[in-house]
């Protein structure tokens, strides 16, 4: 096994599988890993998802499972996982995206060994209840800038908080793209950053001049030496900074400006596309601006801020009284 895959922690050892479908296993994570170039997170939670099912399945039939089992498998057993799934305590979103997985296992198996089992294909995935995203409003999110970096007691890591979250904010990143940004990713001449986002897909970003302001100031603080083609946010000993401790300086905050429990980071990337949908920026553009794949995702921002668009209508319409 590979040491990168070794360092994500992934292993197939003691699960209970026979050694054709071991093999096939260890070539499908090789091109998960290698080819596909999937992120460690994807890895691990493809990971994580085939072990149980396999640990479930093989409990199931009181034996070790093989290809042929997998190509045997029913909808009945299918169906059988997603309610022992349920018995567990497992959530809609966690079971779909277990459901997804297995599909994909199952697509790679049938390309590289010829192993079909449309009972995978045919099962439902849980029907999801579409929740909003959780935006903060103006002067949370300004407060929330304000008051992290006074939470550290090294002052140059107070500024990589504050940095940090204006990035996320001012940029609308994920906290994995804020993480991944190089010193390289910005282009200081054009205000410009370029972000590697889902599906190892980039994309061009204007960058605000308090932004830039800030990382360049932490940057100058900072006691580690950071080169072009290394991550910008660094931990206290060097090294990439990990997303933890920012969400646990996010708590913090949280619970200093009386937050609701939704404020974590990914709210203030939420936060950014609310914020420029109420001051008109077009739907197209958010899209864009977010990475997102599909208008449809981007659309269910137009449901938050309901009330303030239902008082725009009542304003303007020749009609309201």
């Not at 010193?183 to 190892?200: F, H, P, T």
Request: proline share 3%; charged share 25%; with cysteine.
């Amino acid at each position: 096994m590979s040491e990168r895959k070794r360092d994500r922690g992934i292993t197939l050892n003691g699960l209970p599988v026979t050694d054709d479908l071991r093999t096939a296993l260890a070539g499908w994570l090789e091109w998960l890993t290698h080819i596909k170039r999937a992120s460690p997170q994807t890895i691990t939670a493809y990971h994580s998802d085939l072990v149980a099912f396999l640990n479930f399945f093989a409990a199931h039939r009181g034996e070790a499972i093989s290809l042929y089992a997998l190509s045997d498998a029913t909808i009945q057993e299918f169906r059988a996982w997603l309610a022992w799934r349920s018995k567990q305590g497992y959530s809609k979103p966690s079971t779909a995206r277990a459901l997804s997985s297995l599909r994909h296992v199952y697509r790679s198996l049938e390309r590289e060994h010829a192993l079909v089992n449309e009972a995978i294909f045919n099962i439902k995935i849980p029907r999801l209840d579409k929740a909003l995203p959780k935006a903060l409003t103006d002067h949370q999110s300004l407060q929330s800038v304000d008051l992290i970096g006074a939470l550290q007691v090294d002052d140059w890591v107070g500024l990589r908080d504050t940095a940090l979250l204006l990035l996320i904010y001012g940029c609308g990143l994920r906290i994995s793209e804020a993480l991944n940004v190089r010193g390289c990713d910005i282009n200081r001449a054009q205000m410009s950053l370029r972000v590697i986002g889902k599906g190892r897909k980039q994309r061009d970003l204007p960058l605000l001049k308090v932004v830039t302001k800030a990382i360049d100031k932490y940057l100058r603080e900072c006691p580690h030496i950071i080169g072009a083609n290394e991550a910008v946010f660094v931990g206290v000993r060097g090294g990439t900074l990990r997303p933890e401790i920012f969400q646990k300086q996010i708590r913090h905050v949280r619970s200093l400006a009386g937050l609701p429990a939704t404020a974590t980071p990914h709210a203030f990337r939420h936060s950014f596309a609310t914020h420029l949908l109420a001051q008109g920026a077009d739907l197209r553009d958010i899209q864009e601006l977010l990475g997102h794949e599909s208008l449809s995702t981007t659309q269910r921002y137009t449901h938050i801020d309901h009330a303030r668009l239902m008082q725009a209508y009542a304003n303007a319409h020749p009609l309201a009284e």
